[in-house]
């Protein structure tokens, strides 16, 4: 009986107080709370592009190519397993021929040995306008941002990697396990992954939104890259591509991959 | 109804305590992988789906088969098949629910599974091969289970599993239409983007289903001393020779296309698989096993003497149905991957632990359908029981 009574006055007790609250949290609420403010120095652009300059690369050398790698992989805490099975990438150095399969032609290769096309070539996600990874993935757990960004939520991703199968430029890795043991030197600024989550390169959104530009860029001393809105006539990216050939990796598939290479 | 298949002979018992210790074994394997992750298999960046995506494609065309009974059964009337309908959609239930769990056993993250129906996404066909799938399995669950009580009370199926029925039989040919979507329709894996895949994968599907059913029926007349009537048996036969012979129809549709043309994002894969692709042959001699078992089942369907044999006819439908498993359980999915889209070559074997999942796949379904057509056969018999003591009367 006595511990009906104790708690009946709990309850009544805990009804008045929330009661009285209610006013206070209606202020809050009023007040508007903690709210999203953008960064006023965020970058922002009708259409994100990239421009990698292969004639610039194969001047400056392979550590230019490298340095690229490492200041990307070091600011996304990509690990490195140190084996090809697991291994996860961003952006990494390949062979010409399977950057551009297509580009492959076997007299030229032959005869133009220590050419331009014996040069590594960087890739990374193309942040395709039309992006198959995106029309495949069963929880929008990779999706397309306005400004042409293909980003993933790594807290969504159920790891079906059917987003692997599809994105024809094999820009993304799973976490075949857990990466964190192996992330060398750990970027508090930006989030590590758990164990069978799809990633890949995002194009740095998080540093565009601190107005910063992609780490690799930044990384390039003379500038074998360059970043830019593609919409805008006076980008970087525009200036070079106006007065320079540029091709992309597999554009016959019409996923309109956004990384151009200047040859 | 259940009840027949608590009790049975000690062969019985022995059979389903083999499944559990098999299944038992898988799972300690699946734990070993939850918590390892998928590393533990023998898939890479650049073979990102093996064995489990392959038993899901293979598994949903032995699902979709149960058709090729149901079919001539109830839209053509064809008398024999009366005895092993029940059997073929029996062989329907278990073949989904290994399906969902090849799938599950396939995700990086199975904790999140519930992602894919709490954010609907109507353009990745992943959403729609659920759908399909999980249609498919309430479909053969409510009609198998309604026709078989029907049977045990002597009474005909009320209408609206009739209706059922009829809906089952288009929805089976969508979900493996939709599995074959799954691959056929993605830029830059030219081993899969051909339009011919979902005809393939159906009529590979119809001869390696009423293979396996064929191959039930004669263990049912050993172990259970059930009889599904020679006439059904030889109606089987037929179907598996022209599925089989539409299957290799349509593979040299494939071949001729990649080759004729010589395009070379088409033909590395195939050149992978027959001949080796820059000093890697790793799945040539699994290739021309599965090739060569096609061809000489093919061949000894075709003939009626070898057909209408009781002692050939079992070792045929053993070899369509490894050779299909080969080539859609094994060869498909993995090739589809080698070479990646940077014409590199990263080779694929199975480990330990992914086999041993797998296997444990495979007897959690073996197990389903043993306690399934446990209790269809017993149905069976004390119908023909009853038949028997009523004409004596």
Redesign the interface.
């Known amino acids: 009986m006595d511990s009906t009574r104790r708690d009946f006055l709990k309850i009544a007790g805990l009804t008045a107080l929330g009661l009285g609250a209610k006013p206070a949290a209606d202020a809050f609420a009023a007040a508007g709370g903690p709210r999203m403010t953008q960064n006023p120095q965020a970058l922002k652009a009708k259409r994100w592009a990239m421009v990698i300059n292969l004639k610039k690369f194969k001047e400056s050398g392979k550590e230019a190519l490298q340095r690229c790698v490492d200041a990307c992989h070091k600011a996304h805490n990509v690990p490195d397993f140190g084996n090809p099975k697991d291994n996860i990438r961003w952006i990494w150095p390949v062979e010409l021929a399977e950057a551009l399969p297509t580009e492959e032609n076997q007299y030229l290769h032959k005869f133009h040995e220590g050419a331009l096309r014996d040069f590594p070539v960087l890739v990374l996600c193309n942040h395709c306008e039309k992006p198959p990874c995106v029309r495949v993935c069963p929880t929008k757990a990779t999706f397309q941002r306005q400004d042409g960004l293909v980003l993933m939520d790594y807290h969504r991703c159920i790891g079906c990697r059917y987003c692997m199968a599809a994105c024809p430029f094999g820009a993304r890795s799973l976490n075949w396990r857990d990466p964190r043991p192996f992330i060398k030197e750990l970027n508090r600024e930006y989030p590590t992954r758990v164990r069978g989550v799809v990633e890949k390169c995002n194009f740095c959104a998080e540093r565009l939104a601190v107005g910063k530009p992609p780490a690799c860029v930044e990384a390039c001393k003379n500038g074998e890259m360059a970043f830019g809105d593609l919409e805008d006539a006076n980008s970087d990216v525009r200036k070079l591509l106006r007065d320079n050939f540029a091709i992309r990796r597999k554009p016959q598939l019409g996923t309109q991959p956004q990384v151009y290479y200047i040859v | 109804m259940f009840e027949k298949a608590l009790t049975g002979s000690k062969g019985y018992y022995i059979w389903v305590l083999f499944l559990l210790a098999v299944i038992g074994f898988g799972a300690t394997n699946y734990l070993r992988q939850y918590f390892?992750?998928?590393?533990?298999t023998g898939?890479?960046?650049?073979v990102?789906?093996g064995l489990y995506i392959g038993q899901l494609t293979f598994l949903v065309g032995v699902a979709a088969s149960a058709v090729m009974l149901v079919l001539p059964f109830y839209l053509h009337d064809h008398k024999v098949f009366g005895k092993i309908t029940i059997l073929g959609e029996f062989v329907a239930i278990p073949a989904v629910i290994m399906c969902v769990l090849f799938?599950t056993a396939?995700?990086?993250?199975?904790d999140?599974?519930m992602?894919?129906l709490?954010?609907p996404?109507p353009?990745?066909?992943?959403?729609w091969d659920?759908v399909v799938l999980s249609g498919y399995l309430v479909l053969n669950l409510f009609i198998g289970w309604t026709v078989l009580g029907c049977e045990k009370r002597g009474v005909a199926p009320p209408i609206w599993a009739k209706v059922l029925i009829y809906i089952s039989i288009p929805w089976a040919f969508s979900i493996h239409t939709v599995t074959a979507y799954?691959?056929a329709g993605?830029?830059?894996?030219g081993f899969w983007m051909t339009a011919i895949m979902a005809p393939r994968f159906l009529g590979s599907a119809f001869a390696s289903g009423p293979a396996l059913v064929i191959l039930l029926c004669y263990l049912l007349r050993r172990v259970a001393n059930f009889d599904a009537g020679r006439e059904a048996i030889q109606s089987l036969a037929k179907i598996v020779t022209y599925a089989m012979v539409a299957s290799v129809f349509f593979i040299i549709c494939e071949l001729f296309t990649v080759y004729y043309s010589q395009v070379?994002?088409h033909k590395n894969h195939f050149n992978y698989i027959f001949t080796g692709l820059h000093g890697h042959s790793s799945f040539v001699p699994v290739m021309w096993t599965s090739a060569i078992l096609a061809l000489i089942a093919t061949t000894l369907l075709i003939i009626p003497s070898t057909r209408k044999s009781d002692s050939v006819l079992p070792i045929v439908c053993v070899m369509v149905f490894a050779s299909l498993w080969i080539d859609k359980g094994l060869i498909l999915i993995v090739v589809?991957?080698i070479p990646?889209?940077?014409?590199?070559i990263?080779e694929y074997a199975p480990t330990l632990p992914e086999a041993a999942i797998s296997i444990g796949i495979w007897a959690i379904g073996a197990l389903i359908l043993t306690l399934l057509y446990k209790v269809a056969v017993a149905v069976r018999k004390q119908q023909e029981y009853y038949n028997v003591t009523e004409a004596a009367h």
């Open positions: 390892y992750g998928l590393g533990i898939m890479s960046k650049d990102s789906w799938v396939d995700l990086g993250r199975p999140r599974v992602n894919v709490r954010y996404t353009n990745s066909m992943l959403m659920v799954l691959y993605l830029p830059g894996r070379p994002e589809g991957f990646s889209p940077l014409e590199k990263m």
